[in-house]
Every structure is written in structure tokens, then in C-alpha cells.
């Protein structure tokens, strides 16, 4: 608004100026015309489209394209009336366009500019009888400086869209980065939590055990294995404030934190996996059955998980086996599907699918072995032979 009460005192000025220096049979024309009735209605005539060419521009700032128009149809007026182009006013018209080149149809801004240049050529071939020059050099510069405002107001328009864009790419990749180290602290913690601090607890337990239950046993000996304990029970303190950490981090709660799933759930995984896709699924246990290491539970837990996921997603609505079969030292598992097998289906993941390698790693893990492929008869198969030694003090 200030600047456009500045342009418009100047326009003003400039205007009024014009028409008092117009003196009867001095020249001839629009303005020399006006300049006959009085230099006081002269100005009063010539002042008008002067404050309409500059004065829209405060009030219609967020609205480029109606400020732009007026603008540019009161100097259009100014130009074809009187003859008259006043700088302040080809200034306010140059920054409203600049304006909507950035907020508004850029295209409006060529089509705003257009009857200007069309002035400048039709005077041009008739200057003999037409206007002063300088109204066509005037003219000549609105044609050419309001379609250069609108491209560098469209240009920086695209440049700060650019950065936007460029800025939330990254916030978005620095978030979707801080997310994953989130999931994957919480994912250590619930390794830490659920396997190693129970085998560390273990350790203390039975040399505790040991050193009380053993008759006789030197002074030595009972030393040494109440050193182990305060061992394993100091590892124990800096695991849980390890943990403590991993959790803070994560942003998970330790009331929500539950230990990790083993072959007890399996039956609640073959549930899920029935209500959601409808398939057939079987659990078969054999052999004489022992308390597993956690870690080997999970693996398998996660072995099977992976194998149904894999069966519900490239053979739907295929029937799946699940066969454990505890050995004296290892356990076997078995997934087999009905469906028409990996030669039927080009989509289906061989031995180095993302599916399939993340299950060869757990099997890897805990010193296990795993394959994967066709099944004998149709259908494919996943296996894994796990060490099944149980877990010492259950």
C-alpha cells in the first residue's frame, strides 16, 4: 500500500505536469485539447487514469490477476486518450505483473501486454501524425518489460517450489531414516531382553547353584564361581540399562514390550493364517518334545511365519503343512503348500528371494541348516534342521 501511494503521488505529479505544460495552439492533440478548458479540469482529467494505473496495486495485492488488469487498462487508457504513460504507472505495472507471474496465469500477463505492443507498432507507422515519440518508446516498454516481470516471477515461483520440494524430500528421507533406527533399536532391545539377558541370568543361577550344591568343594573353586555370578549379575545391570537406553530411543513403552513369540504360538499363527486367507493349514508335531533354546524358538517361529506368508502371497488358497519333529538333537521343520509349485509360477521366489534369504539367516543364526524349492509331487517346499539341544537349567 505504501508504494503504491508513492507511485500514485508520483503519477500524479508526473500527470499534472503534463497537462499544465500544455498551452493553447502550442501543440496539437488529446491532451493539448483538455489543456483549453483550464489547467485545473486538465488536471483533473489527466489525474484519474494516472491513480487508476497505480493505486490498484495496494489494494488488490493478493489478487495479482484483478490488480494486473486494472493496471494495465488504466495505462492502456492513459496511452490511448491522452498520449500519456507515466513512469510510476509503467513501474506499478511491471510489479503487479512480476506479482502474478508468481501467484497467478503467467499466460495473462502476455495477453495484459499485447494491446501495448499493438500501440507501439500502429503509432510507429503513423508517427507523422500520431503521437510524440516518446509514447511509443513508452508503449514499446510495457510490451516488453510486463512479459519479463511475469517469466521472473514464474521462474523464482518454480525455483522456491523447487526448494520446497527438495526440502521435504529430505525431511521425509530424514524421518523415514530416524523411523528405521527406531525399529531396528527396538528390534535389538527385544533380541537383548528376550534371549541373551536370559542366558546371562542363567549363568548366574547355576553358579550359585553349583557353588552351594557341591559337597567338599574347595575354597578356590566356591571363589571363583561366586566371582562368576557378580559377573553375570553386573552384565545383567548393564543390559537393562542398555536397554533402558534402546527403549528411550525407540520410543516404546516397556509396558507394552512382550517377550518373543516361540512354538508355543504357533497354533495362534496357524489361527491367523486361516482367518485371513481362508487356506487349509495343518500343525503336525512329532517325536519326543524338549524345551527349546528362546533363540531357536524364535527361529523357527519366524522360519514359519515367513514360509505362510510366502504360501498366502504366490499360491492362495493352498493348504499348508507345518510339521516340527523333535529329534535328540535337532529339531526338523517343514512347510510344504499344495499349490502348483515354483515351475508353474514365474512370479514365485526361488532359493534367492528376499523371503527365502531372510529365512536361510535365522536358520544360519543358530547353526542351522535350511532349503528351499520344489516339492516331490507338486507344491513347494521349505525346510530347516535347527540344533535342538535343550536349554541347560529348564
Known sequence: MVVAVLLA????????????SQTPGSSSGPLAAVATSGWLLASFVVLLPSLAATLPLGFFWERPAVAATAICAANLVSLGVFRLLTIAGLLAQVIVLYRLG??????????????????ALVTAVGHATGPAPGGTVLAIAAASLGPLAACAGAALQSRSLAAQQTATSKAFAGTLLENTARGERARISRELHDVVAHHVSMIAVQAETA??????????GAQQLSAIGDTARAALTEMRRLLGVLREDSGVETADRQPQPGLAQLNELLDEARDVSGIGARLIVSGWLTTLDPGVELAAYRIVQEALTNARRHAPGAAVDVELHFD??????RIRDNGPGPAAEPSRPD??????LGMRERAAAVDGEFRAGAAPGGGFLVQATLPAKAEAGR
Open 9 to 20: 503521488v508520483l503519477a500524479a505529479g508526473q500527470a499534472s505536469a503534463a497537462a499544465v
Open 102 to 119: 508468481r501467484r497467478g496465469p503467467q499466460l495473462l500477463a502476455a495477453g495484459l501486454t499485447l494491446p501495448f505492443l499493438v500501440f
Open 211 to 220: 557353588r552351594l550344591a557341591t559337597p567338599g568343594m574347595p575354597a578356590a
Open 328 to 333: 535328540n538333537d535337532a529339531l526338523h521343520v
Open 351 to 356: 532359493a534367492a528371494g528376499h523371503g527365502l
